[in-house]
C-alpha cells in the first residue's frame, strides 16, 4: 500500500494524504476522518524514512565502525544504542573492515539517508594527500555534525572520544617490570595508526624510565589480528629466544597469543609474564585471566552520542575531545614463577 493508493481509496489528493500522516497544513475534518478510515483498514504504515526525507530530516544516526565482529566495538555499539533508545533515535551501522575504498562507499550512502548526525572510527589514517581529500569530501557530503571514536583523523575540528593510549600502555609495562622482568618484548597493533603508535611509544617510555634495554628481537609488529598475533607468538615461542614478559596490544592480539602459547605448550604467568591492553572476558570464562590495562567500552559509546547530540542540538559550541582513562587490572598473568 502507497500513499497513492491511499490517496484514490480516500478520494483526495496526495498532499492531502501527507498533511493528514504528517498533521501538517489545514484539512478540513470530514476529510481527515475518511483519510484515517482508509488508513486504518488498509494497516498502512508510512515509511518513516520516506516521511523523514520528505522534511529533509530524519531520526538516523550513522555510526562507521571497522570491525563488527570485534568484542570491543560490540560494546561500543551496546553503549551508543542505549542512549539512542532514551532519545527517540535509530541507528544505521556500517562496518567497513577496516576498508578504506568500502568507507567512502558507506558514507556515500549515509550522505543519501541524512542522518541526523555520525559516529565514526576511521577505517585508515588515511596519510595520503588525495585519500585524505576524498574521505573529507564525502564526510562534507553526509552534511551532518560528525565525533571520531576510538582512532584520530589529522587535521580536524570534528569533536572526539579517544582512549589514553599512551599511558595505558606504560602503565602496563611498569606492571610487568615490577613483576620482576627485564626481557620485554611487545606485540605490537597496526604501526599506520597512530593508536597502536601511542601504545608502542608508552611500551618504550616505561622501558627507558627503569632503565631497561629495548631489545629489538623482542618487537613483534603486528597489526591488531588474532591471526597475526598468533603467527608471530607461534615463531617467537619455537624459536627459543622467549622473553620473559610481554605486552599484547589489543583484545585480538591477546587472543592470539593466548592460543599459540597453548598450542606450544607455554603456561602464562609461570613460563612467561603478558599483559594486555583490553579486557577479554571470553579468556576468563576459559580460565586465562589475563591482566590488562583497559576501558568502560560501554560508556566510550554513551559519551561519543552525548556529544553528537549536543552538537546537533549547539552547532556553534566549542569543540569537545574527551580522552576517557584506563583502568589496570592485575590478576596474576603479568608475573611469571
Known amino acids: 500500500m502507497t500513499i497513492n493508493e491511499i490517496a484514490k481509496l480516500a478520494n483526495v489528493s496526495k498532499s492531502t494524504v501527507s498533511r493528514v500522516i504528517n498533521n501538517t497544513g489545514y484539512v478540513n475534518e470530514e476529510t481527515r476522518l475518511r483519510v484515517e478510515k482508509v488508513i486504518k483498514e488498509n494497516n498502512y504504515s508510512p515509511s518513516s524514512l520516506a516521511r523523514g526525507l520528505s522534511k529533509n530530516e530524519t531520526n538516523y544516526i550513522g555510526v562507521v565502525i571497522p570491525e563488527i565482529d570485534n568484542e570491543f566495538f560490540s560494546e561500543i555499539l551496546s553503549g551508543i544504542n542505549e542512549k539512542l533508545d532514551e532519545n527517540d533515535l535509530t541507528m544505521i551501522c556500517c562496518d567497513t ?4 575504498k568500502r ?16 559516529i565514526i572510527t576511521p577505517a585508515e589514517e588515511y596519510q595520503d594527500k588525495d585519500v585524505n581529500s576524498s574521505l573529507r569530501l564525502n564526510l562534507k557530503k553526509v552534511n551532518a555534525p560528525i565525533v571520531l571514536l576510538d582512532r584520530h583523523f589529522n587535521n580536524t575540528q570534528w569533536d572526539g572520544v579517544f582512549y589514553d593510549n599512551y599511558n595505558s600502555s606504560y602503565a602496563a609495562t611498569e606492571a610487568l617490570i615490577k613483576a620482576g622482568h627485564k626481557k620485554i618484548g611487545i606485540i605490537t597493533g597496526d604501526l599506520s595508526l597512530q593508536i597502536a603508535r601511542e601504545r608502542y611509544e608508552g611500551f618504550k617510555q616505561a622501558l627507558e624510565d627503569h632503565q631497561i634495554s629495548l631489545n629489538k628481537r623482542y618487537i613483534y609488529e603486528g597489526n591488531f589480528s588474532v591471526n597475526k598475533s598468533y603467527e608471530l607468538s607461534k615463531a617467537m615461542f619455537e624459536s627459543g629466544d622467549i622473553p620473559d614478559g610481554i605486552l599484547t596490544s589489543n583484545n585480538r ?5 593466548v592460543k599459540a602459547a597453548k598450542d606450544c605448550n607455554i603456561r602464562i604467568g609461570i613460563d612467561i609474564g603478558v599483559i594486555g591492553i583490553d ?3 571470553m579468556l576468563d570464562i576459559l580460565g586465562y585471566e589475563l591482566s590488562c590495562a583497559t576501558r568502560n567500552t560501554k560508556k566510550m559509546g554513551k559519551t561519543a552520542l552525548e556529544i553528537l547530540l549536543e552538537r546537533i542540538a549547539n552547532p556553534n559550541m566549542g569543540r569537545k575531545i574527551i580522552i576517557v582513562p584506563y583502568e589496570l587490572h592485575l590478576k596474576g598473568s603479568e608475573k611469571k614463577q
Not at 562507499?105 to 543519501?112: E, G
Not at 592480539?253 to 597469543?257: A, V
Open 97 to 100: 573492515n577496516n576498508n578504506g
Open 253 to 257: 592480539t591477546s587472543i592470539g597469543f
Open 279 to 281: 579486557h577479554v572476558e
Open 103 to 118: 568507507e567512502q562507499k558507506v558514507l556515500q550512502m549515509l550522505s543519501q539517508q541524512r542522518v541526523k548526525g555520525l
